[in-house]
């Protein structure tokens, strides 16, 4: 495939965006749902809010171990625990000797995994100090379920960075396979310079590229026991099994030693492509879920100066799923480069960026409230929007607007019962609805 790049924009100076998730808004959108398109939304949505006082929270999330805990991630390397509406004192976990959360670097995502309950497991996705990505397994302390043990880290896998910014996020493990899912971007700068979008072969990788300088692996991270391999996984949604470590990993791009590689993954076929890869063609996965009930796959990815989109995955799909950046941006071709993609896949939603800046992927709502179920929450960063969007026989209504309160939404949450959360800088606030009707007792019985 032949890239020609023109009027190469830099994401920050086109979008002024602080954090090129471009300012995250709220991009609520509630999923799958037996709402009509075409109707009014049936939702009258309050707002409340739930604990405030964080520096630069970017994720709150539940352990699902039965404590109805929140666990509310800083960028700048702290989770702090929410227990019973009190903010604990003492972190749950610090690694700001670890990170540097400035710009879009820091800590940025968390997962408990699905047996934390027993074994105490969970993950972070952070960067170095060299930039990198880092995904890690911690593990909670044993005589004291609020704080994890700081000594018991283990690095799961690295992965070079090209520039500071699209670093992706978010790490969830499926419902459906219970495998850790990874969505990284593109490794940042305009038009993908380095071109890792649109590659899965580490043979196709650029030494150079003449739209850029900075394309070569760095050698301290070859000196830190990294694969330089490792920057073929960028711009992709990774799928790793952590509980199988070293198993099936000959087509690794990253080091295959803590985690192995699923045997159904489209490229684990000896063939030379990172076997790590569920899916690509993506610019940066900063924000993103699965529906906790069905299995599938949302993903919202931040777009560059056109469009903002979400794209949908099946909980039956094989993987492979090309989402077509850099040639692609939203339903549109990319103004700014000439390529294809054959067989693309294109977004369920996509939106113009202009005046709103950085899609904030959500949840399909599965909580208590029976007029929400399956509706899909997301919303921006930049004007903080919240929207919804319901599947109507295969025809998704885009970006309605649910909300359109001040603040720069930065992620969204569920809780254990269902309930959705957004995160602002200093705070998180649950989405509830002013006539809530428990699903309980939505058919009439008690």
């Not at 190469?8 to 995250?24: E, S, T």
Request: hydrophobic share 35%; aromatic share 10%; glycine share 12%.
């Amino acid at each position: 495939m032949t890239i020609t790049t023109n009027n190469i924009h830099h994401p920050f100076a086109a979008k002024n965006c602080a954090y090129k998730l471009r300012p995250i808004v709220a991009l609520l959108m509630l999923l799958s749902s037996p709402l009509m398109a075409g109707t009014a939304a049936p939702f009258a949505p309050e707002f409340t809010t739930i604990q405030a006082g964080f520096s630069s929270a970017v994720a709150v999330r539940n352990a699902g171990d039965g404590s109805d805990r929140l666990f509310v991630v800083e960028q700048g390397g702290l989770i702090k625990i929410i227990e019973n509406g009190i903010t604990l004192p003492t972190p749950f976990l610090d690694i700001d000797a670890l990170t540097n959360g400035s710009g879009e670097r820091g800590l940025l995502g968390l997962a408990f995994h699905p047996n934390y309950a027993v074994n105490g497991y969970f993950f972070i996705n952070y960067t170095d100090l060299n930039g990198d990505t880092i995904i890690a397994r911690y593990s909670v302390s044993p005589g004291d379920p609020d704080v994890a043990d700081d000594t018991s880290r283990l690095k799961i896998i690295s992965i070079n960075q090209d520039f500071p910014n699209h670093n992706g996020g978010d790490i969830h493990f499926s419902p459906a396979d219970g495998y850790l899912y990874i969505g990284m971007g593109d490794g940042g700068d305009g038009d993908d310079p380095c071109r890792r979008g649109q590659t899965i072969d580490p043979d196709d990788l650029p030494a150079n590229d003449s739209n850029s300088t900075s394309c070569p692996v760095d050698n301290d991270f070859l000196i830190q026991g990294g694969n330089a391999d490792s920057r073929a996984l960028l711009g992709a949604m990774l799928r790793i099994d952590v509980d199988n470590p070293g198993v099936n990993v000959s087509d690794a791009c990253g080091e295959g030693v803590n985690y192995g590689i699923p045997a159904d993954n489209p490229f684990s076929d000896g063939n030379n492509d990172c076997g790590e890869i569920w899916a690509w063609g993506l610019r940066n996965p900063y924000r993103w879920g699965f529906d906790r009930t069905l299995g599938d796959l949302y993903i919202g990815d931040v777009g560059q100066l056109e469009r903002e989109e979400v794209n949908y995955q099946p909980a039956t799909s094989s993987g492979g799923e090309n989402y077509g950046w850099v040639c692609r941006e939203g339903f549109i071709a990319n103004p700014s480069v000439t390529c294809t993609v054959a067989n693309a896949v294109d977004p369920i939603i996509d939106y113009v960026s202009s005046g709103r800046c950085s899609v904030i992927g959500g949840f399909p709502y599965r909580g208590p409230e029976s007029t929400w179920q399956g509706v899909y929450i997301y919303g921006d960063f930049c004007t903080g929007e919240i929207f919804w969007s319901v599947n109507d026989n295969g025809t998704w209504n885009q970006a309605s607007l649910l909300s359109d309160r001040p603040g720069n939404i930065r992620s969204f949450g569920e809780d254990e019962q269902g309930n959705l959360y957004y995160v602002l800088s200093n705070s998180v606030v649950l989405i509830s609805d002013a006539n809530f009707v428990d699903l309980i007792f939505a058919d009439g019985f008690e």
